[in-house]
């Protein structure tokens, strides 16, 4: 199993920098890949940015140039350096990792979710 928790959030001016931290515990060396996404209230979860165990990385239109993924050796954290940061980068934002696990002789993809950690840009 995999554990996430989040951490890095707070409130900060337009144009203003954060970084954003998901710390992972449990079978870290199982997963493939780590993604951040927000949720604006009435609107659906988006993805930000994501990256593989291969370091490929891929970018919301939205945050290209701004914003870049990155982790630590072994999957123990992943970080999201948002700088630039506009009022609409306001939202609850969450780490999500997908790894596999072997069940009755079989692999198997499973993804599991932090909490989420709050991000609020004002003008």
């Known amino acids: 199993q995999v554990q996430l928790v989040e951490s890095g959030g707070g409130l900060v001016q337009a144009g203003g920098s954060l970084r954003l931290s998901c710390a992972a515990s449990?079978?870290?060396?199982?997963?493939?890949?780590t993604g951040w996404y927000r949720q604006i209230p009435g609107k659906q979860r988006e993805l930000v940015a994501s990256?593989?165990?291969?370091?490929?990385?891929h970018y919301a239109d939205s945050v290209k140039g701004r914003f870049t993924i990155s982790r630590d050796i072994g999957w123990n954290t992943v970080y999201l350096q948002m700088n630039s940061l506009k009022r609409e980068d306001t939202g609850v934002y969450y780490c999500?990792?997908?790894?596999?696990?072997?069940?009755?002789?079989?692999?198997?993809?499973?993804?599991?979710w932090g909490q989420g950690t709050l991000v609020t840009v004002s003008s």
């Open positions: 449990g079978s870290t060396d199982s997963i493939f890949s």
């Open positions: 999500k990792a997908e790894y596999s696990k072997v069940v009755g002789g079989t692999d198997i993809d499973l993804e599991v």
């Open positions: 990256i593989t165990n291969r370091g490929i990385a």
